[in-house]
């Protein structure tokens, strides 16, 4: 009896242990980036989501596949260019699962398949370009690596996200070469630069020099306009009082009707001013009749007042020497 109930208890326990095994074996978890790939006998049956599942241990087995963005990083290796020059290219290839039936079943070794896929197109690309379009065409290079490595692994059920050329590398000749040129070039550059800078220093200092003599000239003219107009209006306004002076003068002189014995006079005294002034030269009217007529006047007027101081002068002597008598 004691043999028979520990045959049963190690049967029992082997059994628990059996099927706790066949439990786990059954038991399946998948992640949330991944896709189960359930197979019956060797042979695809069905394609399982994210989270637990279960299948006939020894039967049925999964396979997971990861749908995230994976990285392959294509080695460098020597391109020759368009203009037979040697570099070397180091690319790197972003992917992405898109079925991943076929990424499992179609291609046995996705990563050495598009490694080796993208250097032979790297190859083309770059050696369809000389080496100063290779250098400067990095974007271009990537965008056409991209389309070409996008249509040829739509078969492995991945897609292409992006391709990025890290270096290309020329030889050190080359490099040292290219160094040389681009330090002649930016001295080059340099010289034109400082030439313009001379020359818009020139045509600045041209163009201040002009506008300070247009100024200058502006203000000169100004100036002498200004000048002028007072001169102007000095004349002007001297003459305005002279004419003025006349015009009340000769009024006087018609309001006053003077003799011609008066006019004589003031004429007389108008020549001795003029004689006494510091001219060499003295012009004199020719109107020589009014000049003697107004002589003659004055020499009538002497005349009278002579003849009537002598008539006095008898009367005050006769009237002296008749009280005598």
Wanted: glycine share 8%; hydrophobic share 45%; proline share 3%.
């Amino acid at each position: 009896m004691l043999s028979t109930a520990s045959t049963a208890a190690v049967v029992i326990a082997a059994f628990i242990v059996l099927l706790v095994v066949y439990v786990a074996l059954a038991i399946k978890i998948v992640q949330q980036h991944e896709q189960g790939l359930v197979e019956r006998f060797g042979r695809y049956r069905k394609t399982v989501g994210p989270g637990f599942h279960m299948i006939v241990p020894f039967i049925e087995r999964m396979q997971r596949v990861d749908m995230r963005e994976q990285v392959v990083d294509v080695p460098p290796q020597e391109v020759i260019t368009k203009d037979n020059v040697v570099v070397t290219v180091d690319a790197v290839v972003y992917y992405q699962a898109t079925d991943p039936v076929k990424l499992k079943y179609n291609v046995a070794n996705f990563i050495l398949a598009a490694t080796k896929l993208a250097q032979t197109n790297l190859r083309n690309v770059v050696g369809d370009m000389d080496l100063d379009s290779a250098l400067t065409s990095r974007n271009a290079i990537n965008t056409e690596l991209r389309v070409i490595l996008d249509e040829a692994t739509d078969v492995w059920g991945t897609r292409v996200v992006r391709v990025e050329i890290q270096r290309i590398d020329p030889p050190v000749d080359v490099t040292q070469a290219m160094h040389r040129q681009m330090k002649a070039e930016r001295d080059r550059r340099a010289v034109v630069t400082e030439a313009e800078g001379e020359k818009r220093s020139a045509i600045l200092r041209a163009e201040g020099v002009r506008e300070a003599n247009i100024l200058q000239a502006q203000g000169q003219a100004g100036a002498i306009r200004e000048v002028a107009d007072a001169e102007k209006y000095q004349l002007l306004t001297v003459a305005e009082g002279e004419g003025q002076a006349i015009e009340r003068v000769f009024a006087a002189i018609h309001n006053g009707d003077p003799t011609p014995d008066l006019i004589a006079i003031k004429y007389l005294q108008t020549l001795g001013e003029v004689a006494n002034g510091q001219a060499t030269k003295l012009f004199i009217p020719m109107e020589t009749t009014g000049i003697l007529g107004s002589l003659g006047a004055i020499g009538e007027l002497f005349s009278g007042s002579k003849d009537g101081a002598d008539a006095t002068t008898a009367s005050g002597t006769t009237g002296q020497a008749r009280p005598g008598s």
